[in-house]
């Protein structure tokens, strides 16, 4: 059972994760924790710790497609979710594999869509159809429209997206 980010980089560790791996998941929590704390300084009901757990999982299935790793890949996707789901995870965090590359074909929760735009934006990728379902999902869970928030937002996402490519070197340079 993950509790935590701790347990969950504990079982990642466990099944094989690479350093490379590893790295990865720590530079996309650096971005889910930044999405984490605009969340929470907008008074955004958020559950912080799946985030936490489904960042750190969200690539467990590149232990064993690790090509997927520095090439296009979706293999690792449902290898992931089977791998999470073997080793007694629950179907709910197991599903982030999926979901946060397939955020577009499936209905996710917003703590989903929240792992999918840490894992565009730690890297500076901007993918605005994914940014407004973010906004839209947070305006509605604060009962605001999409304008009274975006602006603060889309603030916060460029400013993560801006530091990407620091990130990126530091993935390479482990």
Not at 61 to 81: L, R, V, W
Not at 82 to 91: A, T, Y
């Amino acid at each position: 059972m993950l509790n935590s980010k701790v347990d969950a980089l504990t079982l990642m560790s466990h099944l094989g994760a690479s350093e490379h791996l590893l790295t990865h998941v720590k530079l996309v929590g650096e971005a889910a924790d930044l999405i984490l704390d605009k969340c929470k300084q907008l008074g955004v009901p958020i559950d912080s710790e799946f985030v936490k757990i489904g960042v750190a999982i969200h690539d467990v299935g590149k232990i064993t497609h690790a090509q997927e790793m520095t090439a296009p890949g979706s293999e690792h996707e449902p290898e992931g979710e089977r791998i999470l789901l073997s080793e007694g995870v629950s179907p709910k965090i197991a599903r982030c594999c999926m979901s946060h590359a397939r955020w577009h074909e499936m209905d996710c929760s917003t703590e989903e869509l929240l792992i999918a735009l840490a894992d565009k934006l730690w890297k500076g990728k901007r993918v605005e159809s994914l940014e407004l379902q973010v906004i839209d999902r947070i305006a509605a869970a604060l009962a605001k429209e999409r304008w009274d928030i975006y602006q603060e937002l889309d603030t916060q996402f460029e400013s993560i997206a801006a530091d990407g490519n620091d990130r990126l070197i530091r993935s390479v340079n482990r």
